[in-house]
């Protein structure tokens, strides 16, 4: 009986070491439910043992963490890949205060925010360049933000309106350039014609209108000579 009973405790201290051992090892390789499990052994076993509840209770909390961190990590990662960076940078942001420095989550939440950046970068450079006039720069970047936020209606109607005034001050050029070709050639009735032409696509541009006034004088003077 003495025997049996010396092996039995004996079996009981061995489970213990090898309790402890395991949970203490997995704690330090990160596995933190193996940690638990193999603390809650040592406890079935010394209920009162201070080191194995304070391990147990450190498993549990990375545990939450862990899994408040990989539903951040998710969100964070599907709404980069949904094209909505600015909700992406804040679930990383809170992945990142669940594990600080993660690499994975950091890396998404700066790639995120730089997304954020180049496209009110381009937002802003856009509506700059179409104030200014400068219609070919702001076509090239609304473009831009457009790569970001293809749905992006405010930059869609800027680009179209942009192409628009590009396309009227390209059909005035080329109207210009053939009133002022009839006008040197005396065809004083094309030359109107064609300025005519430049003012729908400019109303009121000084150029236009000063051809088309000394065309017009030409054709009365003309006109009363004739008579």
Known sequence: KATGLRDSAQKYLNDYHDAVNAASTA?????????????????????????????????QTQT????????????????????DY?????????????????????KLRDSAQKLLNDYHDAVTAA???SQKGDFANAVAEADKALVIYKNDT???????????????????????????????????TSAVTWAATALQKMPGDAAATKIKDSAQQSLNAFSDTVK
């Open 86 to 106: 600015t909700n992406s940078v804040a679930w990383a942001a809170e992945a990142v205060k669940q594990i600080p420095n993660d690499s994975n989550a950091t």
């Open 27 to 59: 704690y330090k390789n990160s596995d933190f439910a193996t940690a638990e499990a193999s603390a809650d052994k040592a406890l079935g076993i010394y209920p009162k043992d201070a080191a194995m509840q304070q391990l147990k209770a450190g498993a």
């Open 127 to 129: 509506n700059a360049a």
């Open 64 to 83: 939450k963490l862990r899994a408040e961190y990989t539903k951040a990590f998710n969100n964070a990662q599907a709404a980069f890949d949904g094209r």
């Open 154 to 188: 405010a930059m869609q109607q800027l680009k179209a309106g942009a192409q628009t005034q590009i396309a009227n001050q390209q059909a005035y050029r080329d109207a210009m350039n053939k009133a002022r070709s009839a006008f040197d050639s005396h065809d004083y």
